[in-house]
């Protein structure tokens, strides 16, 4: 079992930044490939970012690439998620993941989840 805890949400202006962290535990770090998801009101959640177990590959959803940043320390157990240029549709609770497999980028599974941080960007 591998326990996810997210850190780092709250309250920030449009065009603000936020870092997100998840906090691994229960099993080797680096096995694992990470990724961030989302989930707005009222929609389903999505994929944002994946990084692989080495922290040498990323993946992007289309809508986030170049405004955030996905990036892991093996030593710590913490991937992140910087995120810059907020917007109000940004809004949402961001979910990190863990998975033993390679797949990076949209329509990979993960086996473990957080419990998620709410986001929130105001106008």
């Known amino acids: 079992q591998v326990q996810l805890v997210e850190s780092g949400g709250g309250l920030v202006q449009a065009g603000g930044s936020l870092r997100l962290s998840c906090e691994a535990s229960?099993?080797?770090?680096?096995?694992?490939?990470m990724g961030w998801f989302r989930q707005a009101p009222g929609k389903e959640r999505e994929f944002v970012a994946a990084?692989?177990?080495?922290?040498?590959?990323?993946s992007y959803a289309d809508s986030w690439k170049g405004r955030f940043t996905i990036s892991r320390d093996n030593a710590k157990n913490t991937a992140y998620l910087q995120m810059n240029s907020l917007k109000p549709e940004d809004t949402a609770v961001y979910y990190c993941?863990?998975?033993?497999?390679?797949?990076?980028?949209?329509?990979?599974?993960?086996?473990?989840w957080g419990q998620g941080t709410q986001v929130t960007v105001s106008s």
């Open positions: 993941a863990a998975d033993r497999s390679s797949c990076l980028g949209l329509g990979c599974s993960y086996d473990y």
């Open positions: 990084i692989s177990r080495g922290g040498r590959s990323t």
């Open positions: 229960g099993r080797t770090f680096s096995d694992y490939t």
